[in-house]
């Protein structure tokens, strides 16, 4: 269709150049341009003014120029053409002159071969006249008047034909009608294309129609008739020429042509016979295989995972597919033409759909929009609707195409979803809340060393809110252990390995004069490309836990002095006379030395306790183990072994100058007086070295049997274990 409507604007352009060069070749005389065919005359000034007018009308006439001022244009121009038609028929059929022939141009030469100097020629006139009104009738909203132009059109073409055929065929008997003197040639082709643009001004109509059409009628109309118009033409000169030349007589040339044009004829259309044929099973093949697709494609409408339906402009049900009849089970027959689409809907759903028809109906589609359904059982189907609307060629609603997804398992995912969501959101606010209230301090930092977020318990160990932490960094915020920090964070940041219960110990903003200890573990923050992007820091001050601990220590020690120390004396008792006593031989037999151990005895201490009673007996012993502790070297131990007995280890000191010590004991203590005694107390002594092979045991159990015979020799001396000796006191 498109092709025409150029093809016509070529026509117009090419008539309208025809009329304007003629017009050109008067002004300037130019020969070429005003006559092609001298024999023929040249065209007159008038009928080249009717080309530019006819031509300009045409190419207006297009539809991009309706409701245009060119359009309005091309109502008007025709009458110009029809003005100089009428007033040349008037002058020829009255016989008179009206001036108009040579209003443009003279003609002194006759170069316009016509009865009157300038004036167009008969068939001029009357194909002006025909076209002009052409030109007037095909653009009225009537299918007559159009037909009326498409007829004067064809009407004007076969007139111009038959003088084209008697130029071609030698001015023959047709060009001896009065109508054909003084037609130039370049007349009867512009105003042939003029006809041909008008007829094709309209594709749509008409028989031009077939001629646009793609279908078989239209491809055979457009192959046969330029052969149907070319062939007997040429045929038609030939057999002239033939005949002029004396190749063959009148009557022969006859047949010739006529044998010629049946058999070009009979195959040609075979021709277009074999190719309509060769189409034809084309087209059928075509048809099977839209069958089959039309098939395929009502399978999948029918049976597609969604559901499809069509709705008149009253809501009624005029198609469903198979799918969704399934889902509301309902037959076909009880909902199309049976129901409406609101009779489906929930009362909830129904006040939906009236807030969504105004929308529909100015946008034209809807997309995602949720109804529920009432199934023929009485249940309910939510399903998610998108829609469009279908018009006709006026605009105006023709139906609705919807499609229809069954959402249940969306809404339970969706009802899921909620769930989880807000059971993710309590635990991110239960997180939230350990970590600003959490009893340990935490924080995040990042490359720079600067705080991004912090916790109450860790802003309230540095001193500040913690607010005044985000965006600072540990030099403005703890500056007294910045430095010492920095170094336990380059594992973290170098790397990326975690720094475990690492004990920091210092001072802070809050407490500047108080020593405190704390235990951080530190731990990277990696980007999905594994770069270490900052630190998370986990802080427990334990300064309390420190102090208890040394406190227990200290308490630890003191009980385990009480448990080693007797508490009349203040001396080491039994338990820890025997671990330094088994120490002390390990030593000796492992490492070689000496080691001498030493028991004594005050000398009738009983008589103390039955005359002085107890208290005092206890203050004699607790004199007398300070006056023993005065005389023993530091690495010396004294133990109290039992009642008034005592020991004495001292390590590295032979048996002799064991003896020499207690006898310094011995003679200071039978000189002094303990009050409230009136008299001096006295205490023997036995003295033992260890020997080797022997245990503690034994070397107790020498220095005891010395004791008894220092007791049995008359007390208050120092005998060894090895001699008999003694020294009186």
């Known amino acids: 269709m498109r092709r025409l409507l150029y093809a016509s604007q070529i026509c117009a352009l090419m008539v309208t150049t025809v009329g304007a060069l003629v017009l050109v070749g008067w002004q300037a005389d130019v020969e070429l341009f005003k006559s092609i065919y001298s024999d023929l005359g040249a065209m007159a000034p008038a009928s080249a003014m009717a080309f530019v007018l006819a031509g300009a009308t045409l190419w207006l006439?297009?539809?991009?120029?309706?409701?245009?001022?060119?359009?309005?244009?091309?109502?008007?121009?025709?009458?110009?053409?029809?003005?100089?038609?009428?007033?040349?028929?008037?002058?020829?059929?009255?016989?008179i002159s009206l001036g108009i022939d040579e209003l443009l141009f003279s003609d002194p030469g006759r170069e316009v071969q016509a009865a009157h100097p300038g004036r167009m020629s008969l068939v001029g006139a009357l194909g002006f006249g025909l076209l002009g009104a052409a030109l007037l009738l095909i653009r009225l909203d009537s299918r007559t008047a159009q037909r009326i132009a498409r007829l004067m059109a064809l009407a004007t073409s076969v007139m111009l034909l038959m003088g084209l055929f008697a130029f071609l065929y030698?001015?023959?008997?047709?060009?001896?009608?009065?109508?054909?003197?003084?037609?130039?040639?370049?007349?009867?082709?512009?105003?042939?294309?003029?006809?041909?643009?008008?007829?094709?001004?309209?594709?749509?109509?008409?028989?031009?129609?077939?001629?646009?059409?793609?279908?078989?009628?239209?491809?055979?109309?457009?192959?046969?008739?330029?052969?149907?118009?070319?062939?007997?033409?040429?045929?038609?000169?030939?057999?002239?020429?033939?005949?002029?030349?004396?190749?063959?007589?009148?009557?022969?040339?006859?047949?010739?042509?006529?044998?010629?044009?049946?058999?070009?004829f009979v195959l040609v259309i075979w021709w277009n016979a074999r190719r309509l044929d060769v189409a034809d099973m084309k087209a059928r093949r075509a048809q099977a295989a839209l069958r089959e697709y039309a098939d395929e494609v009502r399978d999948l409408y029918e049976?597609?995972?969604?559901?499809?339906?069509?709705?008149?402009?009253?809501?009624?049900?005029?198609?469903?597919?198979?799918?969704?009849?399934?889902?509301?089970?309902?037959?076909?027959?009880?909902?199309?033409?049976?129901?409406?689409?609101?009779?489906?809907?929930?009362?909830?759903?129904?006040?939906?759909l009236e807030e969504t028809v105004p929308r529909f109906t100015s946008h034209g589609e809807i997309k995602d929009i949720e109804f529920e359904l009432r199934r023929k059982d009485g249940?309910?189907?939510?399903?998610?609707?998108?829609?469009?609307?279908?018009?006709?060629?006026?605009?105006?609603?023709?139906?609705?195409?919807?499609?229809?997804?069954?959402?249940?398992?969306?809404?339970?995912?969706?009802?899921?979803?909620?769930?989880?969501?807000?059971l993710v959101r309590l635990r991110l606010a239960e997180i939230e809340q350990i970590y600003r209230y959490a009893p340990v301090g935490l924080c995040n930092f990042d490359r720079e060393y600067r705080y991004v977020r912090i916790n109450d318990r860790l802003a309230q160990i540095n001193g500040f809110p913690p607010?005044?932490?985000?965006?600072?960094?540990?030099?403005?915020?703890?500056?007294?252990?910045a430095d010492q920090l920095k170094e336990i964070y380059r594992p973290v940041y170098e790397r990326g390995e975690p720094v475990l219960d690492i004990e920091i110990h210092g001072r802070t903003h809050m407490d500047p004069e108080t020593d405190h200890d704390w235990l951080a573990s530190y731990f990277p923050l990696k980007s999905d490309s594994g770069e270490v992007v900052g630190m998370t820091a986990v802080v427990l001050d334990i300064t309390e836990r420190k102090r208890t601990e040394q406190a227990l220590r200290e308490s630890e020690a003191a009980i385990r002095a009480l448990s080693l120390t007797d508490p009349l004396t203040g001396l080491a008792n039994r338990r820890r006379l025997d671990e330094t006593l088994r120490s002390e031989v390990h030593r000796v037999q492992r490492y070689g030395g000496?080691?001498?151990?030493?028991?004594?005895?005050?000398?009738?201490?009983?008589?103390?306790?039955?005359?002085?009673?107890?208290?005092?007996?206890?203050?004699?012993?607790?004199?007398?183990?300070?006056?023993?502790?005065?005389?023993?070297?530091?690495?010396?131990?004294?133990?109290?072994?039992?009642?008034?007995?005592?020991?004495?280890?001292?390590?590295?000191?032979?048996?002799?100058?064991?003896?020499?010590?207690?006898?310094?004991?011995?003679?200071?203590?039978?000189?002094?007086?303990?009050?409230?005694?009136?008299?001096?107390?006295?205490?023997?002594?036995?003295?033992?070295?260890?020997?080797?092979?022997?245990?503690?045991?034994?070397?107790?159990?020498?220095?005891?049997?010395?004791?008894?015979?220092?007791?049995?020799?008359g007390r208050n001396c120092v005998m060894l274990a090895e001699a008999d000796a003694c020294s009186p006191g």
């Open 379 to 422: 249940s309910v189907l939510p399903v998610s609707l998108s829609a469009t609307i279908v018009r006709d060629a006026a605009g105006r609603y023709v139906m609705s195409r919807s499609t229809v997804f069954d959402i249940t398992e969306r809404r339970l995912t969706r009802q899921a979803l909620r769930q989880s969501t807000e």
């Open 303 to 352: 049976r597609a995972p969604c559901g499809y339906h069509s709705l008149d402009a009253d809501g009624a049900f005029v198609r469903i597919n198979d799918t969704e009849l399934s889902w509301l089970g309902y037959a076909r027959e009880e909902v199309v033409g049976t129901l409406k689409f609101r009779d489906l809907l929930t009362p909830e759903s129904r006040k939906v």
């Open 61 to 95: 006439l297009h539809p991009d120029y309706d409701g245009t001022w060119w359009g309005w244009m091309a109502r008007v121009l025709p009458w110009a053409v029809l003005a100089i038609s009428l007033l040349t028929l008037a002058e020829y059929l009255l016989h």
């Open 467 to 481: 607010e005044a932490h985000i965006g600072k960094t540990i030099w403005e915020m703890v500056p007294q252990l």
């Open 594 to 713: 000496r080691l001498s151990a030493v028991i004594t005895d005050l000398d009738h201490f009983k008589r103390v306790n039955d005359e002085h009673g107890h208290q005092v007996g206890d203050s004699v012993l607790h004199e007398f183990a300070h006056l023993i502790r005065a005389h023993c070297r530091d690495t010396d131990l004294v133990a109290r072994f039992g009642g008034e007995e005592f020991v004495i280890l001292m390590p590295e000191v032979g048996a002799t100058e064991a003896r020499a010590c207690v006898e310094r004991m011995r003679a200071t203590l039978a000189q002094r007086i303990i009050p409230p005694l009136t008299q001096a107390i006295t205490a023997s002594f036995g003295v033992a070295e260890f020997v080797l092979g022997e245990d503690e045991g034994s070397l107790l159990r020498r220095a005891d049997r010395a004791l008894y015979r220092g007791k049995a020799a």
């Open 170 to 264: 030698g001015k023959a008997s047709l060009w001896a009608i009065p109508i054909f003197h003084g037609v130039a040639l370049h007349t009867f082709a512009a105003m042939l294309l003029l006809a041909g643009g008008i007829l094709a001004i309209q594709p749509a109509r008409g028989f031009t129609t077939l001629l646009a059409s793609a279908g078989a009628g239209g491809r055979l109309s457009r192959r046969l008739l330029p052969f149907a118009f070319v062939t007997p033409l040429a045929l038609g000169w030939l057999r002239l020429e033939g005949e002029q030349a004396g190749f063959y007589p009148a009557g022969m040339g006859v047949d010739l042509m006529v044998v010629t044009m049946v058999t070009l």
